[in-house]
Nanobody
Framework: EVQLQASGGGLVQAGGSLRLSCATSGFTFDDYSIAWFRQAPGKEREAVAYIINTIDGLTYYRDSVKGRFTISSDNAKNTVYLQMNSLKPADTAVYFC???????????????????WGQGTLVTVSS
């Protein structure tokens, strides 16, 4: 059974930090690339960050989080992280991790390009 278990969300003040974790199982982690998406109430799901799961570990970010968020992968633990610093109220959302087969950056922002999804973890940033 494929599982992507997101954790680490919570309530934090603006300017604070959180680290999200995505623990995976049930598929060959090294063959998949991983992304974080988020969805705020009443808004569409949007891509936040993406890591191509090769030794180079190329990463991609939406413009609004560049310089504040860092995605990383621990292949020994089959886990991906999202370090979020300088959080803003606009970052408030449910954060999802998702996986897709291969190492392409093609349409990494498109939710329909992903094979597996986790259940999400809520991040609330207060002003």
């Amino acid at each position: 059974e494929v599982q992507l278990q997101a954790s680490g969300g919570g309530l934090v003040q603006a300017g604070g930090s959180l680290r999200l974790s995505c623990a995976t199982s049930g598929f060959t982690f090294d063959d998949y690339s991983i992304a974080w998406f988020r969805q705020a109430p009443g808004k569409e799901r949007e891509a936040v960050a993406y890591i191509i799961n090769t030794i180079d570990g190329l990463t991609y970010y939406r413009d609004s989080v560049k310089g504040r968020f860092t995605i990383s992968s621990d292949n020994a633990k089959n886990t991906v992280y999202l370090q979020m610093n300088s959080l803003k109220p606009a970052d408030t959302a449910v954060y999802f991790c998702t996986a897709r087969y291969g190492y392409s950056d093609y349409e990494w922002r498109a939710p329909h390009r992903y094979d597996y999804w986790g259940q999400g973890t809520l991040v609330t940033v207060s002003s």
